[in-house]
């Protein structure tokens, strides 16, 4: 089993002059320890799980791209990007340029966005929920579309929620056939079968149906004609380890029982005042024992 890490939460002491110093103490040290990936969360207000908008929030693809400058093997990625922020042809460029710039290490996660009093005190349209979905889909075709040959396939793209007349991506991104696809959710009759149709991973939490989900991805997969074993199954779940490691034991149990049921790779989210202790107790107990699961 692979690691990956979210950075979940920017609370920490210092406030915002020493914001930069840790994420790049957090990045290269997770780097150095063998994190498969390092994402950041899509949003502009923190989220209410972890004290609400009034806590600092950085902005997600800045912050990425500040991390590939601090980092040398792992994967780069929003946990994931919420449809609604950007127009497609803008997001396949983001993605893009972090690719190149990081060396092909980018990964373009993405979902259907639900955090609707951010968008809307921010200004951003958030249409209803059937609707996102179908902009889900178009966005991913987009994409994929931009992400062909040398510069793109250049035919315009007229969707039902996007028209684009030419869609040109120069410089075109170094990852082949492109950047990795992740889709986040896990609604059985529409989320996992865009997984099926699209993806390259699905990224799920480890309840008690997670092992329902996989086979309701698995039947997609059969209806698609995809490979269900090409497609990355990831799980997201906070870090509970405790200032001194503590919870490392009971965390290593929730992993063996996460790859049991098939998983690939845990994503664990980063939270608490002090990121960097999290970091060496997953680089020193948790790496080591997941490579073995």
């Known amino acids: 089993m692979k690691i990956g890490l979210e950075i979940g939460e920017f609370a920490w002491e210092g406030g915002p002059a020493a914001m930069g110093r840790i994420l790049a103490d957090v990045a290269s040290t997770a780097d150095e320890a063998g994190v498969a990936l390092i994402g950041v969360g899509d949003h502009l207000w923190q ?3 972890a004290g609400g908008p009034e806590q ?5 693809f800045t912050t990425l791209a500040f991390l590939a400058a601090h980092t040398r093997r792992c994967r780069l990625g929003p946990v994931v990007a919420g449809v609604h922020f950007r127009q497609p042809g803008l997001l396949a460029k983001t993605v893009t340029s972090l690719d190149v710039l990081s060396g092909g290490r980018a990964m373009l996660g993405i979902g259907v966005g639900w955090y609707e009093d951010e968008a809307r005190g921010m200004g951003v349209p958030f249409p209803p929920l059937a609707e996102r979905f179908g902009m889900l889909e178009e966005t991913v075709q987009v994409c994929l579309r931009m992400w062909e040959g040398e510069q793109g396939d250049e035919r315009p793209f ?11 991506n120069a410089p075109q991104s170094l990852s082949r056939p492109h950047p990795p696809i992740m889709i986040g959710g896990g609604g059985e009759k529409r989320t996992l079968r865009l997984v099926a149709r699209y993806a390259d991973a699905c990224n799920l939490y480890p309840g008690p ?7 309701v991805l698995r039947g997609h997969c059969e209806a698609e004609g995809r490979d269900y074993d090409a497609i990355e199954k990831t799980c997201i779940l906070p870090l509970t380890l405790g200032p001194d490691g503590s919870g490392t034991d009971e965390l290593l149990g929730a992993l063996r029982g996460i790859a049991a049921a098939g998983v690939d790779t845990v994503i664990g989210i980063l939270s608490g005042p002090d990121p960097r202790r999290q970091v060496d107790v997953v680089a020193g107990k948790v790496i080591p024992e997941a490579a073995g699961l």
């Open 47 to 49: 989220g209410p799980h």
């Open 56 to 60: 600092p929030e950085l902005e997600c």
């Open 158 to 168: 007229d969707g039902a929620h996007y028209r684009l007349e030419r869609p040109l």
């Open 209 to 215: 149906d997670l092992p329902a989900k996989l086979d």
